[in-house]
């Protein structure tokens, strides 16, 4: 997420699946997961104004998790992964929570995407 840094937001859309944005530079970031059969991700919580972050350069972009995993018998687990993100600028700051729960097989990750410029993007 550092190539975002610095980057600054012209627009901003949220769902409970995905969170786009679109930069000045023409390029965008996505934020979403591809679900599968028998998991779960979504966000449930957001703190913060998106609007504070648009026409402003991001000076922080960060991601941090949390695990848990309950047994759900000899095979499986029930995982909980909860997936933090947080957006600052000058102007405000906006924090994000993902949960994902799966049966320990499938992933629950939230998967990041920028379009750069630079083909290796």
Known sequence: MDKIIGLTPTAIE??????????????????NHMQECCESVSITDVNGDWDD??????????KRASFDEKPLSNEYVEETVWTFYAFRSI???????????????????????????????
């Open 14 to 31: 949220q769902t409970d699946d995905y969170i786009t944005m679109n930069f000045s530079d023409g390029t965008f970031a996505r934020w």
């Open 91 to 121: 102007k405000g700051s906006v924090d994000v929570r993902w949960c994902g729960t799966s049966n320990g097989y499938y992933s629950v990750g939230v998967d990041f995407y920028h379009s750069g410029n630079n083909p290796e993007d």
């Open 53 to 62: 972050l648009i026409g402003v350069p991001l000076l922080v972009a960060d």
